[in-house]
């Protein structure tokens, strides 16, 4: 009986893991999530006889569309979760690939996905707004360039329709879309908000947070944040201010938050927030603070 490892054509099927796991997380903002979906993609793949396989003209076609549908029927009962999580839900931050961990161990370049634009974190934070369809549509034919009929297929709608959607989710990015700051000035803000916040420096702090920024923590229930929103620059400055007073064993180190510069707060070594940034004519407009230690694997050390 011939089993996956004997299977000839393992390598090119296997060679479609690192495109799967990138699709699936930008489909779910999940990386838990989308090595599940991966998994499952897989298990459907070999419950099928050899006889089956063979007459699929493309295996990665057809994995494609079956993660993009497991995808799609996951985020159709995502809000139905998301209204039973404790306080907000932030996207699973991920790190660069010189940082990259899973669970303490060495990291598998298949499992890790590429650092774009269409992974920083105000990005995933429009595409989480988007119906199911929408970002699907989206995502499998604006990032990942799957012509419209391709879509159809695994959306369950017209080319037609799904050129509707695209353009409709298009319309969502192109509405909260902030002018690019160059990353070097990125990282600068960045790090004079570390300065800033180790100082406890509220004056600081005031001056490079936008009057109207707004800063998300995500606990998930299981650590403590806050669960809802801190609005306006003054009321974010103290409430950081008073956060390093009673974290004082807290340190923190810039690093790199889904392609973007961002920080980690580290407590006797171990990575306990990520801190990603969402930063417009030179002031900070977002802070998404993930504290949710399931969201966190991918920053744990060796």
């Known amino acids: 009986m011939t089993g996956p490892r004997d299977d000839p054509g393992l390598g090119a099927i296997m060679s479609e893991r690192r495109q799967l796991i990138n699709l699936a997380y930008r489909l ?87 650092l774009d634009e269409s992974v920083n974190m105000a990005f995933l934070i429009v595409l989480e707004a988007m119906t199911p369809a929408e ?70 702090l005031v001056r490079l947070l936008d009057p109207d920024a707004v800063a998300i923590g995500d606990g998930g229930g299981l650590v403590s944040a806050e669960l809802h929103p801190v609005s306006g620059g003054e009321q974010i400055a103290r409430y950081f201010a008073a956060l390093a007073d009673r974290r004082s064993g807290m340190s923190l180190l810039e690093r790199t938050v889904n392609g973007q510069p961002g920080l980690i707060a580290q407590e006797d070594g171990v990575t306990v927030t990520v801190i990603a940034f969402d930063i417009a004519d030179d002031r900070i407009r977002h802070i998404w603070a993930v504290r949710n230690p399931e969201k966190l694997r991918p920053w744990l050390t060796d």
Request: proline share 8%.
């Open 28 to 114: 779910l903002g999940s990386l838990a999530d989308a090595e599940d979906v991966v998994q499952e993609t897989y298990t459907r793949w070999y419950a099928m006889s050899p006889a089956e396989q063979a007459a699929i003209e493309s295996p990665g076609g057809w994995l494609t569309r079956v993660a993009g549908r497991i995808c799609l029927d996951l985020l159709g009962s995502a809000r139905a979760r998301r209204e039973r999580y404790v306080g907000e839900w932030i996207p699973e931050p991920l790190p660069d690939g010189s940082e990259w961990r899973s669970a303490g161990t060495a990291p598998d370049p298949a499992d890790r996905v590429t």
């Open 135 to 204: 970002r699907v549509a989206f995502v499998l034919h604006d990032v990942f360039r799957y012509p419209f009929p391709e879509v159809a297929e695994i959306v369950g709608r017209s080319p037609a329709a799904c050129r509707q959607l695209a353009t409709s989710a298009r319309r969502r990015i192109a509405a909260s879309r902030t002018p690019q700051t160059p990353a070097a000035k990125s990282a600068g803000l960045v790090r004079d908000f570390k300065a800033a916040w180790e100082a406890k420096d509220i004056g600081a």
